[in-house]
């Protein structure tokens, strides 16, 4: 079973509606109980850093989760959810992140030029640069996903398994050991996004 964090900013219905068209068994919860006798956890986000943390704090979530990752459950963060998994961000200020994947959260806006939109919307390829990471078993080097965001992951070299061109590289996919990480909506990238999260949810 797969459990869906439910801490009031992720985007729920098209996320559950994906799992449902692979014939996933998954929960929306934040019920503790539910999470540790899941089999892995996705954890969604849309919205402001800071706010989207702060939420999961209210929650009494975030000790669950720390010892779930420990333990070594598969865990996937999607857009905001992906950025939430790193040490901090710079959106508004400076915010502490999970701390799961090393690396920082840093404006578009600065590192591309002015001519070019933000936020940054729309299809992008897909470079692959760790083919044999278990999230892309079922991907391709042709595969487009769709991006939502004005902010994304810098210095996290280590973890980069594929990125977009918006200019800059846009981490797309990170990984550190159990932790996985999508900016792009894998349940807004038609079947490219749907081999991901089937792909994810075979991870054991």
Request: charged fraction near 20%; glycine fraction near 10%.
């Amino acid at each position: 079973m797969t459990a869906i964090i439910n801490y009031g900013v992720g985007n729920l219905f098209s996320l559950t509606g994906s799992l449902k068209h692979l014939n996933i068994d998954a929960v929306v919860t934040s019920d503790p109980e539910t999470i540790k006798s899941a089999d892995r956890i996705i954890l969604p986000g849309v919205g402001a850093f800071a706010d989207a943390k702060q939420k999961l704090l209210d929650t009494g979530l975030v000790p669950v989760l720390n010892q779930q990752v420990s333990d070594g459950k598969p865990l996937l963060g999607i857009c905001l959810g992906m950025q939430l998994l790193f040490e901090k961000s710079y959106e508004y200020g400076e915010h502490t992140g999970l701390g799961y994947i090393k690396g920082e959260v840093c404006p578009l806006t600065g590192d591309i030029p002015k001519k070019m939109k933000v936020p940054h919307i729309g299809w992008n390829k897909l470079i692959i640069k760790d083919k044999i990471n278990p999230l892309l078993k079922y991907s391709g080097d042709s595969d487009y996903v769709y991006y939502v965001h004005s902010y994304y992951a810098k210095s996290c070299e280590d973890s980069l398994i594929a990125y977009s061109e918006y200019y800059v590289n846009v981490p797309g996919i990170v990984c550190s050991g159990n932790v996985f990480g999508t900016q792009f909506h894998p349940e807004k990238s038609g079947s490219a996004g749907l081999n991901m999260l089937r792909a994810f949810c075979e991870v054991k």
